[in-house]
Structures are given as C-alpha cells and as structure tokens.
C-alpha cells in the first residue's frame, strides 16, 4: 500500500519519461554508469511515483529509461546544480564512490539540498565498504561472524610477516580502502604472501588503500550475497543472488567485476536465511544504530557459506554488480516506495514481494577483459531479445551507433520458470549480439543446472 502520496498513472506507459506530471511523482537523479544502474534504471522507470527521471552519466542503454546528463558521480558541486535546477526529490548513488566520498553528508550539509532523499548512508556508514579494517573491528564488536585477521600497516610490519608464518594456507590479503576491485589476494606460499603485503605497504600498489591491510582467515564455502534495505531501524530483504567473479569457465583465470549472476541461490533455503538474519542483519543493523552512524540506504552482505553456517566476508554500502541485474526483475515491489519508505522510518510497514521465477544474467565483456582490451567496437544484433532484458554497461552511444566503452559491456538478463529456462533465454540472446572480441561465460550457474 502507498501511503505517501497519491497519484494518478501516467496515461501513457506510467515509464518514467521525463514528461509526465512531475508534481504528483518524484524528480528522481540516479548516479552511474553500469550494469548495476541499467537495472536500477530499468527497476525505477517502471515505477509509478516516478517522475522526470535522470541518469548521471549513464550509459547508451539508460537513454531508454530516462534522460542522461554528462556528470561525473564523484561531481558534487555539478550534481548539486542540477539538483536545483531539475527540483530533484530522490538522488541514488549506485557506486561506492560517491558515498564513501560523503554525498550524504554534502547534502544533509547543504540548505539547498537537505530536503532532497539520497538512498545510501552517511560518511561513517560507508565507511563499512571504505575501510575492511574498520568493518572487522564492527563485526568482532556486534559479534557477527567473520573469518578470523590480523591488522597490518608500516609500523607493525614485522608482526604482519610472524602471522602470516604461523597461519595456515592459503592467506587472504586485503587492502584497507577501496583499490577498484582489485585489492584482494589470495596466495598458497607464506613468502609470496608477504611479498605482496610488501607491495601493498611498503610499494604502494594501490596507494593509501594499502596502507593497511587486513591478513584473513580463508574460509572454504560457497559464496552468496544478500541485499538489504535499511531506514536505520527497520530493514527489508531483497531477493538473493550468487555471482561469478572468475573470467573463465569453471572459475577458472583472473577474478573480474563479474561475469554473471543467478537468483534465487538454491541453498540460500528459508532454515539458512533464519541464521543470516539473526546473526548477521540484525546485529548489523543494530550495531549501527548503537554506535549512532546515520544509515539510511542498501547494505551489501557479501557471506559464505561454511557447512551450513554463514560468515561475513565483506560488507559493501550498495547494491552489487552484477547481482543487481538479477535481483531487480525479481523484486516486485515498487522501489520508489520503498525508498520513500526508508526515508520515513516505516520499512517495518512493508510487505516484501519477490517473484517465485528464477533470474539469470550473463555478462558480455570485451576481449582481453580483466586485462588490456580496447574500445570503440560497434555493437549489433542489440534491437530485439525475446524474454530477456538487454542491460547497458560499458556502452557509448555516439552519431547513432552503440559502441563498447568498458570492460564489462552489456548483461543479458532473463526470467524463466527455472534457472535452466533463465540461462537457455539468456544464451540464446547473447548469441544474437555481435561485436570485435566479443566474450561471455558458458556456465554461470553450472553448479544448480
């Protein structure tokens, strides 16, 4: 039930299009570029209390939802102006930057902007995503369960190669702040373990982000993340979803942003999901709000699967990529109401609605990717994909023609009656899109199909 606003339907589609009666809606500004805010894209134009909508800076997919504007995400002072010049009333951080950069606190800061509902935490909280180190001390302070660490910067060096000595392999290395993607590793060899904390500390290999690291515990499971919505009492759960990092078939090459996703996780059952939310949500939840850290927005739970009990691998302040492409088609509610929801306090008023369908999506990625690849490569057979969505992430659009601008370029997301049928509709389309180089996995989801 809406319990915000009334309003009529657009006549036309009730998309958010940019012309239909704003004044009954809300103004809405997404911020980003990927997969992640296609879907998000996708998810909130189909939204009834969605009014003039814009995505910043988008990508050649997300024109189809709303209107793109040439600013960055981390442009805070341009994002400001248009925020005031467009009567924006919800701004929806979709990358971690800008929330770890204080977008919340810039605003909540700011007379001309307080007013505005922006859809992630404060400063502190994104501090969960932006420090691994301050995110352990949390979890060992709430008693959350995680794998076990050590803490390592340039002035307890020699105790950092002593742990490592005296841990069993393999050993999981973590740079402390945000290094892109990149800044865990996972090693067998004690000596090569310690070289690498040597060129995160002392070499500077992701710059300050490894200026600590965090020595963990490997834990062997099987991996899943879970999503919710907070208002910093209350929360939601979104559907789950399972991704696959690794660039080759059976998990195999470089780890990468993502090369697909399946939703439900068939053992994420309801016995499992019990343990994750009174182990691992509330006490999350609850811990923010003792420690008094403003969180209104998405949390990340990025867990493992250890024999039927579930671990905290890290935390991150947004929805993930490219889970999110998966997730949303499964989440029948309507997410503008449910940011509007948090932003009141009253999520614990709402009733989650998940479609009983299964979600795939399987990631087309440049050749080369995670490595050295190029741009610029003209995109065809995109017009038509029966039973999929086509969701943009490094795409450009230039003189009319769609063109690869990223790594990870398009994801080719499905619904079926079952993850066999999502996957069979995803490859079928994917096999339709040509472009120089073109790469995909052949067996996201091999171990439920």
């Known amino acids: 039930m809406l319990i915000f606003v009334s309003f009529v339907r657009a006549a036309t589609s009730g998309f958010c299009n940019g012309i239909t009666a704003s004044f009954i809606m809300k103004n809405i500004l997404l911020l980003g570029s990927g997969g992640r805010e296609s879907a998000l894209a996708w998810k909130l134009s189909r939204s009834e209390l969605c009014g003039n909508f814009f995505i910043a800076p988008g990508n050649a997919g997300t024109s189809e939802y709303g209107m793109n504007v040439p600013i960055s995400y981390n442009d805070f002072p341009a994002i400001k102006q248009h925020c005031i010049t467009n009567k924006i009333d919800i701004v929806i951080p979709g990358p971690e930057e800008p929330l770890v950069a204080g977008i919340y606190d810039y605003f909540k800061n700011d007379v001309d902007l307080k007013h505005i509902i922006v859809a992630g935490p404060s400063k502190a909280g994104a501090v969960l995503e932006g420090s691994k180190a301050f995110s352990k001390k949390f979890m060992k302070r709430h008693n959350i369960p995680t794998a076990g660490y050590f803490e390592v910067t340039a002035e307890n060096f020699e105790q950092g190669i002593a742990y490592i000595k005296r841990s069993e392999p393999p050993y999981v290395l973590k740079a402390d702040g945000l290094a892109a993607g990149k800044g865990v590793v996972i090693v067998s060899n004690p000596y090569e373990a310690i070289r690498v904390m040597r060129s ?53 090459g470089p780890n990468t942003g993502g090369m697909g996703s399946v939703s439900p996780v068939p053992f994420a ?114 017009g038509d994909a029966p039973g999929s969505i086509l969701l943009h992430a490094g795409t450009v659009s230039r003189d009319g023609v769609v063109r690869t601008n990223g790594g990870r370029v398009l994801a080719v997301t499905s619904l079926g009656h079952d993850l066999k049928d999502a996957l069979e509709k995803c490859y079928t389309n994917a096999a339709n899109v040509e472009y120089a180089g073109r790469y995909y996995r052949t067996d996201i989801g091999f171990e439920f199909v």
């Open 200 to 252: 995160m500390i002392k070499e500077a290999q992701f710059g300050t982000a490894g200026h600590t690291v965090v020595i963990e515990q490997f834990l062997s499971g099987i991996e899943l993340s879970v999503f919710v919505l907070t208002d910093g009492k209350h929360y939601v759960v979104l559907p789950e979803a399972k991704d696959y990092k690794r660039i080759g078939v059976g998990d195999t």
């Open 269 to 382: 059952d309801m016995a499992f999901m019990d343990k994750v939310r009174a182990q691992i949500i509330e006490p999350t939840v609850t811990g923010l709000l003792e420690e008094q850290i403003v969180y209104k927005g998405f949390i990340f739970f990025g867990l493992i699967n250890v024999g039927g009990e579930p671990f905290v691998i890290e935390y991150n302040c947004r929805l993930g990529d490219p889970e999110t492409e998966s997730v949303m088609p499964r989440l029948e509610n309507d997410l503008v109401d449910l940011i509007l929801h948090m932003d009141a306090g009253t999520l614990d008023q709402v009733v989650m609605k998940t479609s009983p369908k299964a979600a795939a999506t399987v990631m087309m990625v440049s050749g080369g990717y995670p490595d050295t690849y190029e741009k610029g490569k003209v995109i065809t057979g995109i």
